[in-house]
Nanobody
Framework: QVQLVESGGGLVQPGGSLRLSCAAS????????MGWFRQAPGKQRDGVAR????????NYADSVKGRFTISRDNAKSTVYLQMNSLKPGDTAVYYC?????????WGQGTQVTVSS
């Protein structure tokens, strides 16, 4: 049974930073392209960043480019999202999952709230 556990969210002021983590278990993590997604209230879940299976390629949504950095540690089956210069528009629940093929079961996500 695949399990994804996201953590690291919280309340932060505009301009602040957070580092999210997503640990995967019950699966072979290192072979999969991974991504971070977010879902704001009343909106669909959208991808914000993706990373290749060995970490050599990354892509970002235009809305986060230059502010967010995705990385991974295959030895720990964990993917990270460093978020800098946060804006109120980044407020959402953040999730990780595979980027290609059938999605794994979604985790509970981690809430990020950017507010003064």
């Amino acid at each position: 049974q695949v399990q994804l556990v996201e953590s690291g969210g919280g309340l932060v002021q505009p301009g602040g930073s957070l580092r999210l983590s997503c640990a995967a278990s019950g699966t072979i993590f290192r072979n999969r392209n991974m991504g971070w997604f977010r879902q704001a209230p009343g909106k669909q879940r959208d991808g914000v960043a993706r990373i290749g299976s060995n970490g050599d390629t990354t892509n970002y949504a235009d809305s986060v480019k230059g502010r967010f950095t995705i990385s991974r540690d295959n030895a720990k089956s964990t993917v990270y999202l460093q978020m800098n210069s946060l804006k109120p528009g980044d407020t959402a629940v953040y999730y990780c999952n595979v980027m290609t093929g059938n999605r794994w079961p979604w985790g509970q996500g981690t809430q990020v709230t950017v507010s003064s």
